[in-house]
């Protein structure tokens, strides 16, 4: 059951929280309470391998002038598991550069950065990555020693003593323990204690003991940590979203409320001059048919006819502006027509023209035909792009608090689990 717990919410925050991938990969290894795990990192040839075998007494891990670690191997012994990544810049195509990395942030409780010291002082790239070991071990607790290798390949004590100068000037945070792998198997072998001692291998022993004594409490204080920072992470993500929700909302509120308001003032508006305009009339010349007779001639008919027409015109040029202040304009491309020019929200609403009077009137003039102006108008406004860019962006954030909300939901499920 925590299996699938664990699996659900590192799924369900993973989805909101990509950044977190590697620590709720870690927090999965933390839950399983499995044994203390020590990596030893460092750059290709620096001894890494050779080092694990003298630590653990046996030769677990393989030891070669050629390159052999090319993944984690990893060995189990006295209830600690220690893992042997592969060596930085092992591989130029930089995979083994992705498993040495993988070991020491993922997996590890204690990290042995390993630097070999007829090398001399460290170079960029092993300086910026025990940096960022150091930095990891401050926040998480998990714990980083400096292993200097090979030193009988020191001419002197003088020479190990200017390396480790200088590698103390590049980091003064930093304590060194020098050994030498040859050194201890050699006094192993031939039963010389002196070189079993002055490897520096008991001293490291003690070093990792003493390490692995804190695991239990680091682990415990890492897992609150984890737990602490994604909770929070997604706790002020669901603020932020919430905030820009009712921000989105608010703006679609007043935006509508703005437009209805306005529309229903143009409109009003342009009623009423209709209405003045239509009083001032006389006889209704307009609904008179012309005569076959009449057809080139000026009629008062025809006329009265373009006198309404021009008045219809203005009143649409008036609703038109109002409209594309607020980004009413053209039609949606499923209404479009071969004829560009009726592609617009007012011919779409009010047609080409109007010609008599009661139509007019009837448009402008009446509470029924300015309801429908309102809602014909107010339905092409709410499927204009501006508006609907707004309702997406609504959704889109809806959704996304959801799924931030089914993050917390599941972490928690997790954290009680735990």
Known sequence: MLSETRQQATHDVVAVLPGRADDMARLGILLGHDEPIVTVIGKY?????????ELI???????????????????????????????LDADVGTEDDRHATHAAWLHADIRLFVHAGKEGELDAKELALLAELLEDSERTRRQTLFVLTQVDQLASESELQKVIGAITAQFPRIALNAVSSARHRKGVDEGKKLFIEKSGIPQLHSELDGALGRVPAARTYE???????????????????????????????????????????????????????????????????????????????????AYIQIAYSRGCIEIDSFLAG???????????????????????????????????????????????????FTRYYEISSDRKE?????????????????????????????
């Not at 046996?58 to 042997?84: C, I, M, N, P, Y």
Request: aromatic letters at 4%.
């Open 45 to 53: 040839n620096h001894g890494k391998s050779r080092l694990l075998n």
């Open 390 to 418: 707004l309702a997406v962006r609504i959704s889109e954030t809806e959704s996304s608090i959801d799924a931030l909300q089914k993050a917390s939901t599941s972490l928690n499920a997790l954290e009680v689990m735990a």
């Open 223 to 305: 897992t609150s940590l984890l737990f602490t920072e994604v909770r929070d992470e997604l706790a002020q993500l669901i603020r932020e979203r919430e905030a820009s929700l009712e921000a989105s909302r608010s703006l679609q509120r007043q935006q509508r409320k703005a437009f209805d308001q306005g529309l229903a003032n143009v409109i009003k508006k342009v009623g009423s001059d209709i209405e003045v305009m239509l009083e001032g009339l006389g006889e209704d010349f307009a609904s008179i048919p012309d005569t076959a007779k009449d057809a080139y001639a000026s009629t008062a008919g025809k006329r009265e006819r």
């Open 326 to 376: 607020h980004g009413v304009i053209g039609l949606p491309s499923e209404q479009e027509t071969a004829a560009r020019a009726l592609n617009t929200v007012m011919i779409a609403v009010m047609g080409v023209s109007v010609k008599f009077r009661k139509d007019l009137r009837r448009m402008f003039c009446t509470q029924a035909g300015r309801e429908k102006l309102q809602g014909d």
């Open 57 to 87: 007494g046996q030769e677990a891990f393989s030891v070669a002038d050629k390159r052999e670690t090319v993944k984690l191997a990893d060995r189990v012994h006295q209830g600690v598991r220690w893992l042997d990544a592969p060596g």
